[in-house]
């Protein structure tokens, strides 16, 4: 079994900071790319950024320059901290992680809980 537990959302006021987790654990034996969706109410989700193995990370153009993604391949974690957080930053926050758990496995794609942001004064 894998689990992916997301942490560290909350409320903010408009131009604060927030840096969310999600850490990987269960039977691993090596995770590809980690990364983090978005979905607000009335929304589609949309992707907020990846991060490969390598570190090669991408981004959407909305959250260029005030998110960074980062992982510890370590501690199976990765991390999104969010600068000059805006109104329209409020979403619920999933992490997602392809993960391979044995050898001889297939990569299969495992979500976190999500987590709620939001940006409001």
């Known amino acids: 079994q894998v689990q992916l537990v997301e942490s560290g959302g909350g409320l903010v006021q408009p131009g604060e900071s927030l840096r969310l987790s999600c850490a990987a654990s269960?039977?691993?034996?090596?995770?590809?790319?980690m990364g983090w969706y978005r979905q607000a109410p009335g929304k589609e989700r949309e992707l907020v950024a990846t991060?490969?193995?390598?570190?090669?990370?991408n981004y959407a153009d909305s959250v260029k320059g005030r998110f960074s993604i980062s992982r510890d391949n370590a501690k199976n974690t990765v991390f999104l901290s969010m600068n000059s957080l805006k109104p329209e930053d409020t979403a619920v926050y999933y992490c997602?992680?392809?993960?391979?758990?044995?050898?001889?496995?297939?990569?299969?794609?495992?979500w976190g809980q999500g987590t709620q942001v939001t940006a409001s004064s």
């Open positions: 269960g039977s691993i034996a090596g995770i590809n790319t």
């Open positions: 991060i490969a193995f390598s570190g090669n990370t």
């Open positions: 997602f992680a392809r993960i391979r758990r044995s050898s001889s496995d297939r990569l299969q794609e495992y």
